[in-house]
Nanobody, 118 residues
Framework: QVQLVESGGGLVQTGGSLRLSCAAS????????MGWFRQAPGKEREFVAT????????TYADSVKGRFTISRDNAKNTVYLQMNSLKPEDTAVYYC???????????WGQGTQVTVSS
């Protein structure tokens, strides 16, 4: 497993932007596919985006497609989530996660709060 630490959350107005970062420990970061998930109050955790080990392949939830961009820098052991055109419904705690096997996210960060005011 890897240890993951998210940062970059905060309070932003509707239409604003934030960039989340997730720093991973260890020397095997490039072995993991990485994902971002979020959980709003009273709701279940939901998938936001994922990126392959090399960074070539990405997938997004329909709700964020065209507004969010996931990327990674394997030299810095970091994955990013650029969030543009933010909406109040994007308010949630955002988590990054790592998967050695496709879809099997077994390492999670502690989360970072994103709040979008209307």
């Amino acid at each position: 497993q890897v240890q993951l630490v998210e940062s970059g959350g905060g309070l932003v107005q509707t239409g604003g932007s934030l960039r989340l970062s997730c720093a991973a420990s260890g020397r095997t970061f490039s072995s993991y596919a990485m994902g971002w998930f979020r959980q709003a109050p009273g709701k279940e955790r939901e998938f936001v985006a994922t990126i392959s080990r090399s960074g070539v392949s990405t997938t997004y939830a329909d709700s964020v497609k065209g507004r969010f961009t996931i990327s990674r820098d394997n030299a810095k052991n970091t994955v990013y989530l650029q969030m543009n055109s933010l909406k109040p419904e994007d308010t949630a705690v955002y988590y990054c996660a790592a998967a050695l096997r496709v879809g099997a996210y077994d390492s999670w960060g502690q989360g970072t709060q994103v709040t979008v005011s209307s």
